[in-house]
């Protein structure tokens, strides 16, 4: 070999040395500066102060007036010499029969032991890991009340119920809100119909087929009603509906979740175990998600 082709050699190994320590370099600076990524827990205290805000600007409103049904009272009897009044000559102007929803969660903060974390693998990857207590805000809204799972500033859920005659009933929208490199990403949940959680009265539903969009997206989550058994909370017992939800899905851009919620009858999350993996298309192409949590309420009294 010539010292020529030896000079080249050299200068195409340095320029590959310089290649790799530049693209090195720019997924720091990416990381660090450009996408810096942070994990931020919500304390107790922030999660009240927010809950106090919110509520003072929600109306009051009054509890569903009753169902009144008014009973036309029989035809007067003619006179009679008789001194005995049958039964039926007694008149009835009215009765109410009640049409009253089922009791729903109490307005407040409740605080949950936690572990978990999740993670996504773009850039290189990272990892929230859940601080070790997190909060459920219960705030009234609309026809119920919406609850918002504050796991991280990055990371959090909200959810409507609503009370029914029939049971606590899961509203269509919601939100799920994930932000990673300081990239937010506040995905909208929009459904066709609403989904029984927990019934009045104990009963063996059918699963349920939610349609709805994630982000836009098709999104299918399956809900089976499944076991209800009492649960203790702080040396208080509780009766729990357990009710497992679960989206498989194989296409390209693919979902496999596995999320069981055990509910107080008043639809407060007492417990709930959750699995999700997902792939989804972005700029920088397809990215894993990642996460797995669990949640265990320290109270079944809220903070206000």
């Not at 010292?3 to 370099?25: F, K, M, P, S, T």
């Not at 997190?134 to 609850?147: A, E, F, K, Q």
């Given at each position: 070999?010539?010292?020529?082709?030896?000079?080249?050699?050299?200068?195409?190994?340095?320029?590959?040395?310089?290649?790799?320590?530049?693209?090195?370099?720019?997924?720091?600076?990416?990381?660090?500066?450009?996408?810096?990524?942070?994990?931020?827990?919500?304390?107790?205290?922030?999660?009240?102060?927010?809950?106090?805000?919110?509520a003072s600007t929600v109306p009051a409103t009054s509890a569903p007036a009753p169902t009144t049904v008014a009973v036309t009272p029989p035809p007067t009897m003619p006179a009679s010499t008789s001194t005995s009044v049958a039964p039926s000559t007694v008149p009835v102007t009215s009765t109410t029969v009640p049409s009253v929803p089922v009791a729903l969660v109490a307005p407040g903060v409740y605080r949950y032991t936690t572990t978990?974390?999740?993670?996504?693998?773009?850039?290189?990857?990272?990892?929230?890991?859940?601080?070790?207590?997190?909060?459920?805000?219960?705030?009234?809204?609309?026809?119920?009340?919406?609850?918002?799972?504050?796991?991280?500033?990055?990371?959090?859920?909200?959810?409507?119920?609503?009370?029914?005659?029939?049971?606590?009933?899961?509203?269509?929208?919601?939100?799920?809100?994930?932000?990673?490199?300081?990239?937010?990403?506040?995905?909208?949940?929009?459904?066709?119909?609403?989904?029984?959680?927990?019934?009045?009265?104990?009963?063996?539903?059918?699963?349920?087929?939610?349609?709805?969009?994630?982000?836009?997206?098709?999104?299918?989550?399956?809900?089976?009603?499944?076991?209800?058994?009492?649960?203790?909370?702080?040396?208080?017992?509780?009766?729990?509906?357990?009710?497992?939800?679960?989206?498989?899905?194989?296409?390209?851009?693919?979902?496999?979740?596995?999320?069981?919620?055990?509910?107080?009858?008043?639809?407060?999350?007492?417990?709930?175990?959750?699995?999700?993996?997902?792939?989804?298309?972005?700029?920088?192409?397809?990215?894993?998600?990642?996460?797995?949590?669990?949640?265990?309420?320290?109270?079944?009294?809220?903070?206000?």
């Amino acid at each position: 070999m010539g010292d020529d082709e030896r000079h080249r050699g050299r200068r195409w190994l340095l320029a590959a040395v310089v290649a790799v320590v530049l693209i090195v370099v720019a997924i720091v600076v990416l990381k660090t500066v450009v996408f810096r990524d942070q994990a931020r827990a919500v304390t107790t205290d922030e999660a009240v102060d927010r809950y106090r805000a919110e509520a003072s600007t929600v109306p009051a409103t009054s509890a569903p007036a009753p169902t009144t049904v008014a009973v036309t009272p029989p035809p007067t009897m003619p006179a009679s010499t008789s001194t005995s009044v049958a039964p039926s000559t007694v008149p009835v102007t009215s009765t109410t029969v009640p049409s009253v929803p089922v009791a729903l969660v109490a307005p407040g903060v409740y605080r949950y032991t936690t572990t978990g974390q999740e993670h996504v693998d773009a850039l290189n990857g990272t990892t929230h890991t859940y601080p070790a207590e997190t909060t459920i805000t219960v705030i009234p809204d609309g026809c119920g009340v919406s609850l918002r799972w504050d796991a991280l500033k990055e990371r959090w859920d909200q959810w409507h119920l609503c009370a029914t005659p029939e049971g606590v009933e899961l509203e269509t929208d919601g939100i799920q809100y994930h932000e990673f490199f300081s990239q937010p990403d506040n995905e909208a949940v929009a459904c066709q119909a609403p989904v029984m959680l927990v019934p009045a009265t104990p009963t063996e539903l059918a699963p349920q087929q939610q349609t709805c969009t994630l982000a836009a997206d098709p999104w299918l989550p399956l809900w089976t009603v499944l076991e209800r058994a009492p649960h203790t909370v702080d040396g208080q017992q509780v009766d729990v509906q357990h009710v497992q939800m679960q989206i498989e899905d194989d296409d390209q851009y693919w979902e496999h979740t596995t999320i069981d919620w055990y509910l107080a009858l008043d639809g407060l999350p007492v417990e709930v175990v959750a699995t999700k993996s997902s792939l989804s298309a972005s700029p920088i192409g397809a990215i894993q998600y990642d996460e797995q949590f669990q949640l265990d309420l320290r109270s079944l009294t809220p903070l206000t």
